[in-house]
């Protein structure tokens, strides 16, 4: 796999069934205060894949069926062993298997704040870390290969079809009922993936790697974060510890209260929140309404500017697989060509809204590409 762009890791890549968001997008790591120590000197854990939710790594309902129609086709061949050959049954106990094998460690897109979130991830005392995701790519464990990245993308399983054939992509795909955590995950891989057997039988056990629970992401800590949020509430008490604890670790980034207690320090930076990795119906009508949500929710008394970014795969301009990124600054927003993933070539769309005004729209090549051939289909004759 190759990002395109000898200078990139290769942490996706191009017309993959996932994508990574804009290298400004805000990047949260939610953690209890009782885990920040260890994370500071240790790195980000990433828990196997097999103590999470039953689905994690699984193919939805219409892809398996759709396997064991293509299975169907080869039931009726004999082995070398004399068992008739089960595809789809190999290919399901693989994945199920591969579970031991995967781990992800799981980050929170944008700078919007759910209580729920906090209490879930951070046990409602605790502090969220702050990056972006070109920071992630970066300086997260540098050195190691096989690192995946990339939003997670929302389906309801039951209806949706999964892609199938390369294993790690699944781990990009969530039940809809998680969709609002918004997550950004980094995926490893420890003992590659196991062999499909085609013959029905059970793996024997003595296949099975003896993997940790978890492993650990290095990463320069200084140098990739840039915030550390409290959690809403946080006494003086919390204050202090987690900054002597980032003192302790020589890292020198500032700490601010949640934006649930007190906006104001929040200004200072930019906010950013991700949307459509929950479009369902496939609505052209939902990323329209996602898009006047954003700038219509502006306090313009706060920000200057509103970029609202539309993200897709090239040549793949569908309501389902668009992703809309939105930015708001209180100062000078950024040249909009830095949005997009160039290396990736993906198409970007970057509307601009200046003090509640509509300013333009910016594309990048590989969109007004792919608009001039819309342009063209439906104009044949011209």
């Given at each position: 796999m190759t990002s395109g762009d000898p200078s990139r890791r290769?942490?996706?890549?191009?017309?993959?069934?996932?994508?990574?968001?804009?290298?400004?997008?805000?990047?949260?790591?939610?953690?209890?205060?009782?885990?920040?120590?260890d994370t500071l000197e240790n790195?980000?854990?990433?828990?196997?894949?097999?103590?999470?939710?039953?689905?994690?790594?699984?193919?939805s309902e219409p892809a398996r069926e759709?396997?064991?129609?293509?299975?169907?086709?080869?039931?009726?061949m004999i082995l070398n062993n004399g068992e008739e050959m089960d595809l789809a049954s190999g290919i399901e106990q693989a994945r199920e298997a591969a579970r031991e094998n995967y781990y992800a460690s799981c980050w929170r897109l944008g700078t919007d704040e759910d209580p729920e979130i906090w209490e879930m991830y951070a046990d409602g005392r605790g502090v969220a870390?702050?990056?972006?995701?070109?920071?992630?790519?970066?300086?997260?464990?540098?050195d190691q290969e096989d690192l995946y990245m990339g939003i997670v993308r929302y389906l309801d399983y039951e209806e949706e079809f999964t892609p199938t054939g390369i294993p790690y992509v699944l781990y990009f795909y969530k039940h809809r009922t998680f969709d609002s955590e918004q997550e950004f995950r980094l995926l490893t891989n420890r003992g590659g993936n196991p062999i499909i057997r085609t013959d029905g039988q059970e793996m024997p056990p003595e296949s099975r790697p003896d993997n940790p629970s978890h492993v650990?992401?290095?990463?320069?800590?200084?140098?990739?974060?840039?915030?550390?949020?409290?959690?809403p509430g946080a006494d003086d008490e919390?204050?202090?510890?987690?900054?002597?604890?980032?003192?302790?670790?020589?890292?020198?980034?500032?700490?601010?209260?949640?934006?649930?207690?007190?906006?104001?320090?929040?200004?200072?930076t930019y906010d950013t929140e991700l949307g459509g990795a929950?479009?369902?119906?496939?609505?052209e009508e939902y990323l329209d309404d996602l898009i006047d949500r954003f700038v219509g929710e502006t306090d313009w008394d706060v920000w200057n500017t509103v970029d609202v970014i539309q993200l897709n795969q090239r040549e793949k301009l569908h309501p389902r697989t668009v992703f809309v990124e939105c930015f708001?600054?209180?100062?000078?927003?950024?040249?909009?060509?830095?949005?997009?993933q160039e290396h990736l070539n993906y198409e970007v769309r970057a509307h601009r809204v200046v003090d509640g005004e509509y300013q333009d729209t910016f594309l990048n090549d590989p969109a007004e590409e792919t608009d001039e051939e819309l342009v063209e289909a439906d104009n044949p004759s011209e």
């Amino acid at each position: 796999m190759t990002s395109g762009d000898p200078s990139r890791r290769p942490v996706t890549g191009k017309n993959t069934e996932w994508m990574i968001p804009s290298d400004q997008m805000i990047v949260r790591r939610y953690k209890p205060l009782r885990h920040f120590a260890d994370t500071l000197e240790n790195g980000f854990r990433a828990g196997q894949a097999e103590g999470y939710e039953e689905r994690e790594g699984q193919a939805s309902e219409p892809a398996r069926e759709h396997e064991g129609q293509r299975s169907e086709r080869t039931e009726s061949m004999i082995l070398n062993n004399g068992e008739e050959m089960d595809l789809a049954s190999g290919i399901e106990q693989a994945r199920e298997a591969a579970r031991e094998n995967y781990y992800a460690s799981c980050w929170r897109l944008g700078t919007d704040e759910d209580p729920e979130i906090w209490e879930m991830y951070a046990d409602g005392r605790g502090v969220a870390i702050e990056t972006t995701y070109r920071q992630i790519e970066e300086f997260i464990a540098p050195d190691q290969e096989d690192l995946y990245m990339g939003i997670v993308r929302y389906l309801d399983y039951e209806e949706e079809f999964t892609p199938t054939g390369i294993p790690y992509v699944l781990y990009f795909y969530k039940h809809r009922t998680f969709d609002s955590e918004q997550e950004f995950r980094l995926l490893t891989n420890r003992g590659g993936n196991p062999i499909i057997r085609t013959d029905g039988q059970e793996m024997p056990p003595e296949s099975r790697p003896d993997n940790p629970s978890h492993v650990n992401l290095s990463a320069n800590m200084d140098t990739l974060i840039n915030r550390v949020i409290l959690s809403p509430g946080a006494d003086d008490e919390l204050r202090a510890e987690v900054e002597e604890t980032l003192d302790e670790h020589d890292v020198s980034a500032p700490v601010v209260p949640s934006r649930l207690d007190d906006p104001a320090p929040h200004h200072e930076t930019y906010d950013t929140e991700l949307g459509g990795a929950a479009n369902y119906e496939a609505s052209e009508e939902y990323l329209d309404d996602l898009i006047d949500r954003f700038v219509g929710e502006t306090d313009w008394d706060v920000w200057n500017t509103v970029d609202v970014i539309q993200l897709n795969q090239r040549e793949k301009l569908h309501p389902r697989t668009v992703f809309v990124e939105c930015f708001q600054y209180v100062d000078d927003p950024p040249d909009r060509s830095e949005y997009g993933q160039e290396h990736l070539n993906y198409e970007v769309r970057a509307h601009r809204v200046v003090d509640g005004e509509y300013q333009d729209t910016f594309l990048n090549d590989p969109a007004e590409e792919t608009d001039e051939e819309l342009v063209e289909a439906d104009n044949p004759s011209e």
